[in-house]
T-cell receptor, first 113, second 111 residues
Framework: NAGVTQTPKFQVLKTGQSMTLQCAQD?????MSWYRQDPGMGLRLIHY???????DQGEVPNGYNVSRSTTEDFPLRLLSAAPSQTSVYFC????????????FGPGTRLLVL | GENVEQHPSTLSVQEGDSAVIKCTYS??????FPWYKQELGKGPQLIID?????GEKKDQRIAVTLNKTAKHFSLHITETQPEDSAVYFC??????????FGSGTRLSIRP
């Protein structure tokens, strides 16, 4: 198993550009989530999904969209990038719900100029 | 909303000494409390977790204690080693939808 994979590893965007951060898992996990990590702020939940076709907002959802058309994939879309979205983004998954081991991907480092 | 506070933000201990990191949570419905370790350039990885029906759990040099009345839980690392240097996150979940993480503790082990 590859576990949780994320692409790209690093991306530079200009303000106003859009992009999609990809996340995939091959463990047949139902629960998937996106976090951003900023210095001194820990891991903040952006969006999460409890299964295909179901998504919901986390602590900091503004400026981000998600969809879950398959069990395996959970892409995160930045609609119009802003410098405040400069961060490291982590995708995570678990078998069924958040009260289980979360398996994190390697992260995507995003710089918005 | 739910909140998890973590202290200290940085911690430096002599190799061989013990390290303690403390967290408090606000949601009284929280019933799952994991701890994650993040090494440089990697994603966090679970090191130990505890559920609300248990007061203490130990795994070799790592232990976690939970005080439900006070809504706080702690990570204890004994006989610290250089490979324990990392960022540690606590978290809390009520199992329904979300898991909320603390702000992290950067642990440094001095030789």
């Amino acid at each position: 198993n590859a576990g949780v994979t994320q692409t790209p590893k690093f991306q530079v965007l200009k303000t106003g550009q859009s992009m999609t951060l990809q996340c995939a898992q091959d463990m047949n996990h139902e629960y998937m989530s996106w976090y951003r990590q900023d210095p001194g702020m820990g891991l903040r939940l952006i969006h999460y999904s409890v299964g295909a076709g179901i998504t919901d907002q986390g602590e900091v959802p503004n400026g981000y969209n998600v969809s879950r058309s398959t069990t395996e994939d959970f892409p995160l879309r930045l609609l119009s990038a802003a410098p405040s979205q400069t961060s490291v983004y982590f995708c995570a998954s678990s078998y069924q719900d958040p009260a289980e081991t979360q398996y994190f991907g390697p992260g995507t480092r995003l710089l918005v100029l | 909303g739910e909140n998890v506070e973590q202290h200290p933000s940085t911690l430096s201990v002599q190799e061989g000494d013990s390290a303690v990191i403390k967290c408090t949570y606000s949601d009284s419905a929280s019933n799952y409390f994991p701890w994650y370790k993040q090494e440089l350039g990697k994603g966090p990885q679970l090191i130990i977790d505890i559920r609300s029906n248990v007061g203490e759990k130990k795994d070799q040099r790592i232990a976690v204690t939970l005080n439900k009345t006070a809504k706080h839980f702690s990570l204890h690392i004994t006989e610290t080693q250089p490979e324990d240097s990392a960022v540690y996150f606590c978290a809390a979940s009520n199992g329904a939808s979300k898991i909320i993480f603390g702000s992290g503790t950067r642990l440094s082990i001095r030789p």
